[in-house]
């Protein structure tokens, strides 16, 4: 970290390494999307003035097409949720506060690549950052832990931050524990709003940490990351952070013959072994849900009737707007705890490809360059976590807290097209390798 950071970095990594003090004041759902904005008006202002303006905020390159999918997909997520309002007769109030939600939410999923794939910033500020968000954790732990058993209260306060407004109290509210309703065993949540949603936010710290060259750095973020997907008993986080941190260590391996020899085998195999495989799986999801019945069974009623309600009801441009669900799904509304069901419902058919396009482009971009090596392996992982992150929680109200790896995956695309364009203009008989010499840049 010998380098000084350009103001870009300097934002990005302050905002993230003080994470916990933020938290403390009840700030992060405020922190999220300011900063979002305010890196557009950076990356507005570097694209303008080009030259003119200080070397270390000059663009470091045009908008590459992956992030422009990301653009348009989100605005185009915009215009549904207009359409919506104005089929269904929400009135102009309540289409200006939609607007604001989204101007919090799914626009930041645009906002942040765009501003990691133009804006000078590189990886090790936000690897570092992270890392000392984990030591953060790691100093904090015993108390945490010992809170609920020396009866400490649960929630410390509520921020009055809140008067800004944001999908529920719960963003806004400093927690010590909470109590399992199921099991009535404490959960930890740390500076996320719900418990899962820590565990998710866990994931990425491994993924981050496993990146940086200090051990130590590396130690701190490893174990916090891994003390918040354990403590805050997500089932979903423990699948997660086996496949994100194997899955593009194991991409290089497609390359090789070998591979593709053992694949057959197996392939071949399941001729034989197919049906106690199929019941292996059948048995192994049995128990996942089983861990938790209520929790599964309100999920799947949920989706159901987002379903069932989107195809009878609203399907080009959704409903406008989340409903409170019934009392047999203890009163959710219906649209949340899944990221497509919820965007069918709310924006219907044109919502759910403006975010399948741009994401199954990025998962294509990084699985392909996790092939090729190692600058690959971080931004694949996070698509790996976004994508299972979809079928269990609801992206857009999450963004805020996931910015560092959306500003990663900009990151990437920049790194990605850098390298092209130095292989491309290498001289005759001279290679750069398919990584390029931007990797870690």
Not at 228 to 246: E, H, K, P, W, Y
Not at 275 to 280: M, S, V
Not at 396 to 408: G, N, S, T
Request: some cysteine.
């Amino acid at each position: 970290m010998s380098r000084k950071h350009n103001p870009a970095e300097a934002l990005c990594f302050w905002a993230l390494a003080l994470t916990w003090p933020l938290y403390a004041i009840g700030a992060l759902y405020i922190v999220g999307p300011a900063l979002g904005w305010i890196l557009l008006a950076m990356v507005g202002a570097s694209l303008y003035l080009g030259p003119a303006i200080r070397r270390d905020l000059q663009a470091a390159g045009p908008v590459p097409t992956v992030v422009w999918a990301w653009i348009i997909g989100t605005l185009s997520m915009l215009v549904a949720l207009w359409i919506g309002h104005l089929n269904w007769g929400l009135g102009t109030g309540e289409m200006i506060k939609s607007s604001i939600g989204w101007a919090k939410g799914w626009a930041l999923a645009a906002l942040f690549p765009l501003a990691g794939a133009v804006l000078p910033i590189r990886r090790k500020p936000l690897i570092r950052a992270m890392c000392i968000v984990g030591l953060w954790t790691l100093m904090l732990l015993p108390i945490l832990l010992a809170a609920p058993f020396i009866h400490l209260p649960s929630r410390i306060f509520k921020s009055p931050f809140s008067v800004v407004g944001g999908p529920g109290p719960e963003y806004f509210t400093v927690f010590l524990y909470t109590i399992d309703p199921e099991t009535f065993t404490p959960r930890w949540q740390f500076y996320a709003p719900w418990s899962p949603f820590a565990g998710l936010i866990g994931v990425v710290m491994v993924l981050f940490a496993l990146e940086d060259r200090k051990k130590f750095w590396m130690a701190a973020g490893v174990l916090a990351g891994l003390a918040m997907i354990i403590l805050s008993s997500s089932r979903m986080s423990l699948i997660a952070v086996v496949v994100c941190v194997a899955f593009p260590r194991l991409a290089p391996l497609v390359r090789l013959p070998v591979t593709w020899i053992a694949s057959t085998v197996a392939a071949t195999s399941m001729a034989v072994f197919g049906n106690a495989a199929l019941g292996l799986v059948r048995n192994s999801m049995a128990a996942f849900k089983g861990a938790r019945v209520s929790s599964s069974r309100v999920r799947d009623t949920l989706q159901r009737i987002a379903f069932d309600r989107w195809r009878r009801e609203a399907p080009l441009f959704g409903h406008g707007a989340v409903e409170r669900g019934p009392h047999i799904v203890e009163y959710m509304p219906i649209g949340s705890h899944h990221t497509w069901f919820g965007l069918l419902y709310v924006k219907g058919l044109v919502g759910m490809l403006s975010l399948l396009v741009p994401m199954a482009y990025q998962f294509w971009l990084t699985m392909v360059d996790a092939t090729r090596g190692v600058r690959g392996r971080l931004p694949f992982g996070i698509m790996l976590l976004l994508l299972q992150l979809t079928f269990g929680e609801n992206l857009e109200i999450e963004v805020y807290l996931f910015w560092p790896a959306f500003v990663l995956l900009g990151i990437h695309a920049r790194e990605v097209r850098l390298a092209k364009l130095t292989w491309t203009n290498a001289p005759s008989g001279q290679s750069t390798g398919p990584i390029g010499p931007v990797a870690l840049a």
